[in-house]
C-alpha cells in the first residue's frame, strides 16, 4: 500500500476524546504496522484535541521535509473537525466511509481525518484510514463517477489550493489612507499656517471646530498654547509632543490619540510627513510661547538627554 501521494515521509498527529479515544488507538496501531510516524496525544476534550492537531499541521505546512496530517476522532467526529479547521491551511473532514475520505482526499485536499467513535466500526475506521492515505488529491472518487476529472475541473481544483490557503491567513492592515477620516480628506484644500512653517490646516467646520492637519517631516511646532482644549487624534506619519506645562512627553503614531487641556504650553516635533484630525470648543487662537530657533534649540538638547 502507498503511504502518501508525496515523496516527503507522512507524519500523522493524533488524538481524541473520551468518545472516540478506543478508535483512535486501533488506528494510531494501523499506521504504526505500516511504519509511518505518528505523534499521538492522547485523549482530551474534543475541542481541545480538535484545537491542538490544527494548530499543529498548521505550523508544519511549509515543511519541505515532512508532510504532516492529522488523525482525530470524536463520539461523532464533527467536534474534532470544526476545531481542527479553526486554522490555515487545515481541511479536516469527517469520514464516516471510504467513500467520503475518497472524495475529501480528491476534491477538498483534505489533510486531517476526523472518525466517529460511536458510528463507525474498527473495520470500517480502518478502510477510511487507508483511504486517506492513499488517495492523491486531485484524482478519480465517487464525486467524479471514479472517472478522471475533465480539464476544466482539473484546473479548477488545482487554481484553488492557492485560493484555500489564503483562509483563515490574516488580511493585510488597510493603509491609513484608506480609513474614513482620511477619505474625507483627500479632496480638502490645505491652507498654509504661516505662523507654523510646514503646516496647513483644512478647517471641516467651526463650533465646535474641527480641522484635518498636515505637516511635512522635520517640521517643529514651538512651545505654544490655546485658549481651547483640543483632541486629536494621528492619521498618518508620526510626532513628538511635549506638554511643558506638565513636564510629559508623548511619541504619537497612526491611530493615537492626545488631549491637550486648554493653556497648555507644549512644543512640537513631526518625525514623518503627518495628518491628524483635531477639535475643540471655540473660536482658532494660537499664542506662542518661544521662537523656532529657542525650539530647536530646546530639541536638541532633549535629545542629548
Known amino acids: 500500500m502507498a503511504q ?5 515521509p507522512l507524519k500523522i498527529i493524533a488524538g481524541a476524546d ?11 496501531s494501523q499506521l ?7 505523534e499521538d496525544l ?20 511549509d515543511d519541505p521535509a515532512v508532510e504532516t496530517r492529522g488523525l482525530v476522532a470524536c463520539g461523532t467526529g464533527v467536534g474534532v473537525a470544526i476545531f481542527a479547521n479553526k486554522f490555515p491551511g487545515v481541511y479536516a473532514a469527517t469520514c464516516l466511509n471510504p467513500d467520503e ?3 475529501a482526499r480528491s476534491i477538498n485536499n483534505c489533510n486531517v481525518v476526523a472518525v466517529s467513535g460511536m458510528n463507525t466500526t474498527p473495520e470500517v475506521a480502518s478502510d477510511v484510514l487507508k483511504t486517506f492515505l492513499e488517495t492523491p488529491f486531485k484524482s478519480p472518487c465517487p464525486a467524479s463517477g471514479s472517472n478522471p476529472w475533465p480539464d476544466e475541473i482539473d484546473q479548477f481544483l488545482e487554481n484553488s489550493i492557492h485560493e484555500m490557503n489564503k483562509i483563515g491567513t490574516p488580511k493585510p492592515v488597510e493603509s491609513s489612507s484608506d480609513c474614513h477620516l482620511c477619505s474625507l480628506v483627500k479632496s480638502r484644500e490645505f491652507n498654509a499656517v504661516d505662523i507654523m512653517p510646514g503646516g496647513s490646516i483644512s478647517i471641516v467646520r467651526e463650533s465646535p471646530t474641527s480641522a484635518f492637519v498636515r ?11 490655546h485658549t481651547f482644549g483640543h483632541d486629536l487624534v494621528v492619521l498618518k506619519g508620526s510626532k513628538r509632543v511635549w506638554n511643558l506645562s506638565k513636564g510629559e512627553k508623548y ?9 491637550t487641556p486648554a493653556g497648555d504650553v507644549h512644543r512640537v516635533k513631526y518625525f514623518e510627513d503627518t495628518e491628524f484630525f483635531i477639535k475643540w470648543e471655540g473660536q482658532w487662537d494660537l499664542f506662542l510661547d ?15 538627554n
Open 4 to 8: 502518501q501521494s508525496t515523496k516527503r
Open 18 to 28: 473520551s468518545f472516540g479515544c478506543n478508535l483512535k488507538d486501533v488506528l494510531v
Open 32 to 38: 504504526r504496522a505500516l511504519n509511518i510516524q505518528v
Open 42 to 61: 492522547g485523549t482530551d476534550k474534543y475541542y481541545s484535541v480538535g484545537e491542538e492537531i490544527g494548530r499543529r499541521v498548521s505550523q508544519a505546512a
Open 101 to 103: 475520505a475518497q472524495n
Open 215 to 225: 505637516f511635512t517631516a522635520g517640521s517643529v511646532e514651538p512651545a505654544h498654547h
Open 251 to 259: 511619541d504619537l503614531g497612526i491611530g493615537d490619540y492626545l488631549f
Open 290 to 304: 518661544e521662537d523656532h530657533t529657542a525650539a530647536n534649540a530646546a530639541i536638541d538638547k532633549d535629545k542629548e
